[in-house]
């Protein structure tokens, strides 16, 4: 029996992991809303269950490739809500495994006909999975990047720091890692010792208008936008967001590919 209603799977607000934590969209019509033009047929109704707690919408996938990106993640679930994508780390590397947490329970059913589809030349395989395997996952990836894989570490910041030291600041900084329910709140938050409008933010899309994981912000003069470089590979809930110099003119083009 089920009845109406907005509460999230397990009881909560999504935001177990602490007040920055923005994994979990927060309830309303975006997390349970249907998408125009969508692949997939279901039903957008959001429902909750009497006296017993519905699943966590969370499916596992396994075998992608290690050049796999977020993006490609959402497209191989093309016509579903993403709500997060974490992906799964040993060593350091990449292991070919992510989470991908869903709109609604509903949700998984079709992200389970997505098994043994191909993504580029790799068939992944989805899985069912649970919340506690998710957020044990999440408690890894947060221990490693706080020093529990020195690999991980020396990776990082090669791939971070070439070219960043000598680059010219213009005032625009990009991010990059967000995650996909980001807002402009939790970017304000984030760089919540520098001084500039809401509107000097720039949540960049795709063509099919869905969060491309990347924004840009525009600082008063280009010695704030150097001096916000001390983000850069801090974390925004359990993310690692990259900061790179940028320029009026690639905010123009990025802005202007998802209208």
Request: hydrophobic share 30%.
């Amino acid at each position: 029996m089920f009845y109406r209603g907005s509460k999230f799977p397990d009881g909560g607000d999504g935001r177990e992991m602490g007040p920055k934590r923005q994994r979990v969209v927060d309830q309303g019509s975006s997390f349970y809303g249907s998408t125009p033009g969508s692949s997939f047929m279901y039903n957008a109704s959001p429902y909750t269950y009497v006296n017993q707690s519905p699943p966590f919408p969370v499916v596992r996938l396994r075998g992608l490739p290690f050049d796999c990106t977020e993006i490609d993640v959402a497209e191989f679930f093309h016509g579903l809500d993403i709500v997060d994508i974490l992906f799964v780390h040993n060593g350091g590397k990449f292991s070919g495994e992510a989470f991908c947490v869903l709109g609604y329970p509903l949700q998984v059913d079709f992200a389970l006909q997505r098994n043994r589809q191909n993504l580029g030349r790799r068939y992944v395989e989805v899985f069912r999975s649970k919340r506690q395997e998710y957020y044990k996952a999440i408690a890894k990836e947060v221990s490693d990047t706080h020093g529990g894989s020195p690999h991980r570490r020396v990776q990082r910041a090669k791939s971070y720091d070439e070219g960043k030291e000598s680059a010219e600041h213009t005032g625009v900084l990009r991010l990059r890692g967000l995650p996909f329910s980001a807002g402009k709140d939790d970017i304000m938050e984030f760089f919540k010792d520098f001084v500039f409008s809401e509107d000097a933010i720039h949540l960049t899309m795709n063509s099919e208008g869905r969060p491309t994981g990347e924004a840009f912000v525009e600082f008063p003069s280009a010695e704030d936008s150097k001096a916000a470089m001390v983000k850069d590979r801090m974390t925004l809930g359990s993310r690692y967001i990259e900061l790179f110099p940028s320029s009026q003119g690639e905010l123009d083009e990025a802005v202007s590919r998802g209208r």
